[in-house]
C-alpha cells in the first residue's frame, strides 16, 4: 500500500482517541501540538491523561468504546489493546466515512502516523508504510542530530523576508547565497551581529531573529 503524504490542519477540530494508556497519551500529545479538541474514550486514564483532563486540555468520556462516541470527529485513534473494540473502532469509523488509525494495525488503518522531527515550523517525517517503526525511529535519531535548532532559526528569518522574496523574484537566489554565505555556521555560533549583517548585504533586508 502507498500513503498519500499530507500535513493536515486539525486545529480546533474533534479528534476522538479510544484507550487510556500510555500510548493513547502519546497520540494525545501529538493531537494537543496541534491544536485539536481531543476527546478520549475509556473508562479509566493513566496519572498524566487525569491531569490533562483536569487542566480542561482533553474532554473525557469515562466510557467503554460505543460508535456515538464518533460525532462530528475529524480522525479517530484506536489505541486499545483489545482487538475486538479496534476492529469495531475501525468498521464504525468507515461506515461514517471518518479517517481512522488502528496502532499497530496498518491494515485497519485510513493513515499511518510517521516518526517526526520537528524544529519550530520545520516538520520532518519519516515513514516506512508501517513496516518497520524501529527503522523510523532510528532515522529520525539521526535526523535529530543533524537537524539542529539552527534550522528553526533559518527558517524564521526565511519566513519574515518571504514576501519580499517573492517580490523580488530571486528568492532562490537569495537562499542558495545565504547558505554559501554561511548562515547556518553563524547560526549555530549564535554570532546575530554577522547573522544581520549578511542577511543584509544579500536581501537587502533587516533580519528579524525569533
Known amino acids: 500500500m502507498k500513503y498519500y503524504p499530507v500535513f493536515w490542519d486539525i486545529q480546533d477540530k474533534r479528534c ?9 497519551l502519546r497520540k494525545v500529545k501529538r493531537l494537543l501540538d496541534c491544536g485539536a479538541k481531543i476527546s478520549v474514550v475509556s473508562p479509566k486514564l493513566v496519572p498524566e491523561l487525569i491531569s490533562l483532563k483536569a487542566e480542561n486540555a482533553i474532554e473525557h468520556i469515562a466510557a467503554d468504546y460505543d460508535v456515538r462516541y464518533m460525532e462530528e470527529a475529524a480522525l479517530i485513534i484506536g489505541a486499545t489493546d483489545d482487538e475486538k473494540t479496534n476492529a469495531d473502532i475501525c468498521a464504525d469509523a468507515r461506515s461514517l466515512g471518518i479517517p481512522v488509525n488502528i496502532v499497530d494495525d496498518p491494515q485497519k488503518c485510513d493513515f499511518i502516523l510517521p516518526s517526526i522531527v520537528e524544529r ?46 517573492k517580490e523580488s523574484g530571486r528568492g532562490k537566489a537569495w537562499f542558495e547565497s545565504l547558505l554559501n554565505a554561511g548562515i547556518l555556521d553563524l547560526i549555530r555560533e549564535k554570532k546575530w551581529p554577522e547573522v544581520k549583517k549578511t542577511v543584509k548585504e544579500i536581501t537587502g533586508e533587516e533580519a528579524t531573529i525569533d
Open 120 to 165: 519550530g515550523d520545520l516538520t520532518i517525517a519519516i515513514g516506512t508504510g508501517g513496516k518497520s517503526p524501529a527503522l523510523a525511529r532510528s532515522l529520525r535519531e539521526k535526523l535529530e542530530d543533524k537537524y539542529g535548532i539552527e534550522y528553526e532559526i533559518l527558517l524564521n528569518i526565511l519566513g519574515n523576508l518571504r514576501a519580499k522574496m
Open 16 to 24: 476522538v482517541v479510544v484507550g487510556g494508556g500510555d500510548v493513547s
